[in-house]
């Protein structure tokens, strides 16, 4: 065969594996992850605010990026406020964010709620989950020394304390998710409709008005929205009725045996959800979704997904696993059955492969797009955590592997040889 034969035929070869490589005959979508911002000890709070973001970690400290230019700036650091330590077995620390602002559009007055541990005066409590207020000065900068509390549920232990607050404005109303605290099943109270832990609490919330400087935020009418809860660590209020015809209250709720399952729930108001110390009653609410430890073993109830660059996820419920780092999509079936589908983002969309994360929380920025925070999984307390945008790989060439590599080579070189 001539030299030139052999470069004809190299080349029909090194076409048809290139055509193979990119070739997704499983007709699945691809996706990636995008680091925005990294240095973080452990992040769990994300709050758009303006073009920036505000960011909570675990032990207190609050900083601010900008989504443009990437830059993180210190803020504010808490810690000497809360009570926390270093192990990562201890759940105790600053817990979630939530931006509200009134709804002047001339001059909106925002203010930031957050829900920490701290010190309780109670002496059967090891200590207190507070939901805290702390006000935006006119130059939008955080008064911290303006702090003040809105209300306080006192914890019986420093793991499984849920913490977590949402908000349904529109109506005024403040939800926060409790953890039962029990290091025991048998001690667990989140049956016990005298008890604040294992529950979801429902507040009326009354935003200090743009007109009274010295006005603050409140709270009253606190009652229990739903009971039964392990610990709730992060749900996703979909409030956005137009779309779904109702309100959607989604909450991953973490396992404990003798049930050592992970459970998505879809949360109503007065229902009561897991199982009892004794055996299930008639009238429980059962998860919409579980799974067993062979896909992870510690869920974080996620985000209804609303932007516009992931089409294919509009309207789907996205959630994760602590400890295997994997993103699952929920959606409920015309049967009425709801499935999961693990999106396999482990990739970053750059070439490199991350180490395994543990996936701490969601959030979104103004555009919808679903952001993850997450956490490096060598548990050192070391500043490894960081923020993440999941992407979709939009017609992306897989990179050449195998014998599509050296047929690429060797057609190089027979071009050169041959024709040149």
Same mark, same amino acid.
């Given at each position: 065969?001539?030299?030139?034969?052999?470069?004809?035929?190299?080349?029909?070869?090194?076409?048809?594996?290139?055509?193979?490589?990119?070739?997704?005959?499983?007709?699945?979508?691809?996706?990636?992850? !995008?680091?925005?911002?990294?240095?973080?000890?452990?992040?769990?709070?994300?709050?758009?605010?303006?073009?920036?973001?505000?960011?909570?970690?675990?032990?207190?400290?609050?900083?601010?990026?900008?989504?443009?230019?990437?830059?993180?700036?210190?803020?504010?650091?808490?810690?000497?406020?809360?009570?926390?330590?270093?192990?990562?077995?201890?759940?105790?620390?600053?817990?979630?964010?939530?931006?509200?602002?009134?709804?002047?559009?001339?001059?909106?007055?925002?203010?930031?709620?957050?829900?920490?541990?701290?010190?309780?005066?109670?002496?059967?409590?090891?200590?207190?989950?507070?939901?805290?207020?702390?006000?935006?000065?006119?130059?939008?900068?955080?008064?911290?020394?303006? !702090?003040?509390?809105?209300?306080?549920?006192?914890?019986? +232990?420093?793991?499984?304390?849920?913490?977590?607050?949402?908000?349904?404005?529109?109506?005024?109303?403040?939800?926060?998710?409790?953890?039962?605290?029990?290091?025991?099943?048998?001690?667990?109270?989140?049956?016990?409709?005298?008890?604040?832990?294992?529950?979801?609490?429902?507040?009326?919330?009354?935003?200090? +008005?743009?007109? !009274?400087?010295?006005?603050?935020?409140?709270?009253?009418?606190?009652?229990?929205?739903?009971?039964?809860?392990?610990?709730?660590?992060?749900?996703?209020?979909?409030?956005?009725?137009?779309?779904?015809?109702?309100?959607?209250?989604?909450?991953?709720?973490?396992?404990?045996?003798?049930?050592?399952?992970?459970?998505?729930?879809?949360?109503?108001?007065?229902?009561?959800?897991?199982?009892?110390?004794?055996?299930?009653?008639?009238?429980?609410?059962?998860?919409?979704?579980?799974?067993?430890?062979?896909?992870?073993?510690?869920?974080?109830?996620?985000?209804?997904?609303?932007?516009?660059?992931?089409?294919?996820?509009?309207?789907?419920?996205?959630?994760?696993?602590?400890?295997?780092?994997?993103?699952?999509?929920?959606?409920?079936?015309?049967?009425?059955?709801?499935?999961?589908?693990?999106?396999?983002?482990?990739?970053?969309?750059?070439?490199?492969?991350?180490?395994?994360?543990?996936?701490?929380?969601?959030?979104?920025?103004?555009?919808?797009?679903?952001?993850?925070?997450?956490?490096?999984?060598?548990?050192?307390?070391?500043?490894?955590?960081?923020?993440?945008?999941?992407?979709?790989?939009?017609?992306?060439?897989?990179?050449?592997?195998?014998?599509?590599?050296?047929?690429?080579?060797?057609?190089?070189?027979?071009?050169?040889?041959?024709?040149?």
């Amino acid at each position: 065969m001539s030299a030139l034969a052999s470069c004809g035929l190299l080349l029909v070869l090194g076409l048809r594996a290139l055509a193979e490589q990119n070739d997704d005959s499983s007709g699945k979508e691809r996706f990636c992850l !995008e680091k925005l911002a990294d240095h973080l000890s452990r992040p769990v709070a994300l709050e758009m605010i303006g073009e920036d973001v505000l960011i909570g970690e675990h032990r207190g400290k609050i900083s601010r990026m900008n989504l443009h230019t990437g830059i993180v700036s210190d803020v504010v650091d808490l810690s000497g406020r809360l009570l926390t330590s270093q192990s990562w077995m201890d759940h105790r620390g600053l817990l979630s964010l939530l931006v509200v602002q009134t709804d002047d559009v001339e001059k909106p007055r925002r203010t930031l709620l957050l829900t920490s541990s701290r010190t309780s005066s109670n002496p059967e409590a090891d200590h207190d989950t507070v939901i805290s207020a702390i006000p935006f000065d006119e130059n939008g900068k955080l008064d911290v020394e303006k !702090e003040y509390e809105l209300t306080r549920v006192s914890q019986p +232990s420093n793991r499984y304390n849920g913490g977590q607050l949402l908000a349904q404005l529109d109506k005024g109303f403040l939800y926060l998710t409790t953890g039962d605290g029990a290091m025991k099943y048998q001690q667990s109270k989140r049956f016990d409709m005298d008890s604040s832990n294992g529950k979801i609490l429902k507040m009326k919330i009354k935003l200090p +008005s743009s007109s !009274e400087a010295d006005e603050l935020a409140s709270v009253r009418e606190r009652s229990i929205f739903a009971s039964g809860f392990r610990n709730p660590w992060r749900c996703a209020l979909d409030t956005r009725e137009v779309s779904r015809g109702r309100t959607q209250f989604f909450c991953g709720d973490t396992a404990i045996d003798p049930h050592p399952e992970e459970e998505i729930f879809l949360v109503r108001q007065g229902k009561r959800y897991g199982f009892p110390i004794a055996e299930a009653q008639a009238d429980d609410e059962q998860a919409i979704y579980k799974y067993s430890l062979e896909t992870g073993a510690a869920v974080v109830g996620g985000r209804v997904y609303k932007g516009n660059g992931l089409p294919s996820l509009n309207d789907t419920f996205l959630f994760g696993d602590y400890v295997s780092g994997k993103i699952f999509t929920l959606a409920e079936a015309p049967s009425g059955v709801w499935k999961a589908n693990d999106l396999n983002a482990s990739d970053w969309c750059s070439s490199s492969t991350p180490a395994k994360l543990h996936i701490v929380a969601f959030a979104e920025n103004h555009y919808g797009d679903l952001l993850i925070l997450a956490d490096d999984a060598s548990r050192d307390g070391s500043q490894k955590g960081m923020i993440l945008k999941l992407r979709q790989i939009s017609g992306a060439s897989k990179p050449l592997s195998g014998y599509g590599k050296y047929i690429a080579i060797g057609l190089l070189f027979f071009f050169f040889q041959t024709v040149i």
